[in-house]
């Protein structure tokens, strides 16, 4: 079992960047491919980001490529993600989750098992 607190999220001008922050409690935290996710109003949730246990191997939504970063600090059982460049269409709550021994970086939400309560952007012009 393992507890997902995010945070760092806000309202914010189109070029903006924010860092996302997301602390995790239970189980050794290296066990766990996280992941970011986001979900705009009417929309699906949708993949942004995940990082491997060890923080060597990312992978990264076509979306927000070239903008948006995931890291992971497993000292300080935290993943951030940095997102750079910030425009309306990035206006989601944005969610952490975690995947208990994944072996890839998966982009599909219901293999992770565990997720935060979310974290509001907002983006305006």
């Given at each position: 079992q393992v507890q997902l607190?995010?945070?760092?999220?806000?309202?914010?001008?189109?070029?903006?960047?924010?860092?996302?922050?997301?602390?995790?409690?239970?189980?050794?935290?290296?066990?766990?491919?996280m992941g970011w996710f986001r979900q705009a109003p009417g929309k699906e949730r949708e993949f942004v980001a995940a990082i491997s246990g060890s923080g060597a191997r990312s992978n990264i939504a076509d979306s927000v490529k070239g903008r948006f970063s995931i890291s992971r600090d497993n000292a300080k059982n935290t993943v951030y993600l940095q997102m750079n460049s910030l425009n309306p269409e990035d206006t989601a709550v944005y969610y952490c989750a975690a995947d208990y021994r994944g072996v890839g970086l998966t982009t599909v939400p219901r293999e992770y098992e565990y997720w935060g309560q979310g974290t509001q952007v907002i983006v305006s012009l």
């Open positions: 607190v995010e945070s760092g999220g806000g309202s914010v001008q189109a070029g903006d960047s924010l860092r996302l922050a997301c602390v995790a409690s239970g189980r050794t935290f290296s066990y766990y491919v």
